[in-house]
């Protein structure tokens, strides 16, 4: 899970791009991908492992739902920086991508990304 947590901390560079507007983020995102799959692996084999052997599809279930939790608190992020950041130009996610200040997103990802890693 560590390993997940560096690799996606490494793909919120993004933010580096994103700010002189390069678009050459596929490195970004193949670091951040493995980094989900590093941490969905490792959490997955946690819950397996580690569950008693009676409660190991409640271990699965738990991991499902943390994955569930996980899309909710994105979307619920992506609303709180629209609502908070919404300016004249629309904000950090404007709707046209030269109006927004996707380097301000990506910069909060990578702290929360951080303050994670520390948890």
């Known amino acids: 899970m560590a390993i997940g947590l560096v690799l996606?901390?490494?793909?919120?560079r993004a933010a580096l791009c994103e700010r002189k507007r390069?678009?050459?983020?596929?490195?970004?995102?193949l670091l951040v991908g493995?980094?989900?799959?590093?941490?969905?692996t490792g959490?997955?084999?946690?819950?397996?492992?580690e569950s008693p052997t009676g409660v190991k599809t409640t271990g699965t279930g738990?991991?499902?739902?943390?994955?569930s939790f996980g899309f909710f608190f994105s979307s619920l992020l992506v609303w709180i920086v629209n609502k908070v950041t919404g300016g004249k130009n629309g904000g950090w996610l404007a709707k046209t991508i030269n109006q927004g200040r996707l380097d301000c997103f990506y910069g909060l990802l990578t702290i929360l990304v951080v303050g994670e890693f520390e948890i």
């Open 34 to 40: 493995s980094g989900n799959a590093f941490m969905s």
């Open 22 to 29: 390069v678009f050459f983020l596929l490195p970004q995102f």
């Open 43 to 49: 959490k997955l084999d946690f819950f397996v492992t």
């Open 62 to 67: 738990l991991f499902l739902g943390t994955l």
């Open 8 to 12: 996606a901390t490494f793909g919120m």
